[in-house]
């Protein structure tokens, strides 16, 4: 049975998911994916002020309905204002893989807004276009992941043109925010987990031939 609905029916809760990254590193592309599990190329998507997009995922039994905020042109973290991540309960940063700046960017998110808004938020670093080739590669895997690491923050890299890692991504971010809910407990554990179990549970089908 598919684990992703549309937004109809039961639901057991709401939270507030916020996309920030530097323009261009396929925020929209990655949401997109998520939602309608297709890429779609610019400018179809939509590109004036806070775009709002709402999937319900089932986690285990429990519907939660994710509203992912994603910005359109004010992605540079000084110009995202404090009520883009008012009641945001998890907050995805993501940079592009082919571009050493964006993860500079991200850099600046975490040293400046995470702190300033709420050390609280269950956080989740996307290293996007994970399709490229090696010679089109400017930042490691290992990069990414030691940045991650320095902030104990979950990671992960995807692509939004294959969809690798993209329903993962939100799906371990669903049971962390499920977790966080229900009982409370320590954020980045629960995520660590679920991005674990959403890792694993993929290599299992893959490797089954
Ligand atoms: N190769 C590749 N390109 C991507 C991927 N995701 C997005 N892009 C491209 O990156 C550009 C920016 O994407 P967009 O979603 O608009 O970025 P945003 O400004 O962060 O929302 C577009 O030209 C996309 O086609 C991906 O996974 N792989
Ligand atoms: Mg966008």
């Known amino acids: 049975m ?4 549309r937004s109809s029916g039961r639901v057991d809760h709401t939270a507030k998911v916020v996309m920030a990254g530097d323009c261009a590193v396929g925020k929209s592309c990655l949401l997109y994916r998520f939602v309608h599990d297709e890429y779609i190329l610019p400018p179809y998507i939509g590109t004036v002020a806070v775009d709002l997009k709402v999937k319900v995922v089932d986690v285990d039994g ?5 509203q992912v905020w994603d910005t359109a042109g004010q992605e540079r973290f000084r110009s995202l204002t404090r009520s883009y991540f008012r009641g ?12 050493a700046e964006t993860l500079h960017i991200v850099r600046e998110y975490i040293s400046s807004v995470v702190s300033d808004v709420d050390e609280n938020l269950i956080l989740l670093l996307l290293g996007n276009k994970s399709d490229v080739s090696s010679r089109e ?3 490691s895997y290992k990069e990414g992941l030691n940045l991650a690491s320095k902030h104990g923050i979950q990671f992960l890299e ?8 993209v329903m993962e ?23 660590a987990q679920a ?15």
Not at 62 to 66: D, E, F, G, V, W
Not at 88 to 99: R, S
């Open 137 to 139: 590669r400017i930042v």
């Open 158 to 165: 995807v692509s939004a043109k294959t969809g690798s890692n």
């Open 62 to 66: 429990t519907r939660i309905r994710l």
């Open 88 to 99: 945001a309960l998890a907050l995805i940063l993501v940079y592009d893989i082919t571009k």
């Open 169 to 191: 991504a939100f799906n371990a971010l669903a049971k962390a925010i499920k977790i966080k809910l229900e009982e409370g407990c320590d954020d980045q554990k629960v995520l």
């Open 195 to 209: 991005v674990q179990q959403s890792v694993l549970q993929k290599q299992k089908k893959s490797c089954c031939f």
């Open 2 to 5: 598919n684990a992703y609905r």
